[in-house]
């Protein structure tokens, strides 16, 4: 019997989706210069990580993930400016394979 991944409780978790500039700061400011995008928290299967990184990074340019706890499965995804839809897009299409469950408001 196969069993199925059982997610902790995301209670606890922000679901962030805010602006962020190119040294990461979430200021809210909009600097000249400054690269703007959105940043997406969610649950994957912890097995799936990598592909989703990996999915993800082949689209050049359209997101960064990177792994917040890699034993939950919480990752955070940098998406470029004007390509959030796309990155909905992919993880949407992705997300019977990941699992992947955006981390709910505290």
Same mark, same amino acid.
């Given at each position: 019997?196969? %069993?199925?991944?059982?997610?902790? /409780?995301?209670?606890?978790?922000?679901? &962030?989706?805010?602006?962020?500039?190119? /040294?990461?700061?979430?200021?809210? %400011?909009?600097?000249?210069? /400054?690269?703007?995008?959105?940043?997406?928290?969610?649950?994957?299967?912890?097995?799936? #990580? &990598?592909?989703? %990184?990996?999915?993800?990074?082949?689209?050049?340019?359209?997101?960064?993930?990177?792994?917040?706890?890699?034993?939950?499965?919480?990752?955070? #995804? &940098?998406?470029?400016?004007?390509?959030?839809?796309?990155?909905?897009?992919?993880?949407?299409?992705? %997300?019977?394979?990941?699992?992947?469950?955006?981390?709910?408001?505290?």
């Amino acid at each position: 019997m196969k %069993s199925k991944l059982q997610l902790p /409780s995301r209670e606890s978790y922000c679901y &962030h989706r805010h602006r962020v500039n190119k /040294s990461g700061k979430t200021n809210g %400011s909009t600097a000249e210069g /400054s690269m703007q995008g959105t940043v997406f928290l969610g649950f994957v299967d912890p097995r799936t #990580i &990598h592909f989703l %990184s990996s999915t993800l990074e082949a689209y050049e340019g359209v997101a960064v993930v990177t792994t917040v706890d890699s034993d939950l499965g919480l990752v955070r #995804i &940098h998406a470029a400016p004007d390509c959030e839809d796309d990155v909905l897009a992919i993880i949407g299409a992705e %997300s019977k394979f990941t699992g992947w469950v955006p981390a709910e408001p505290a």
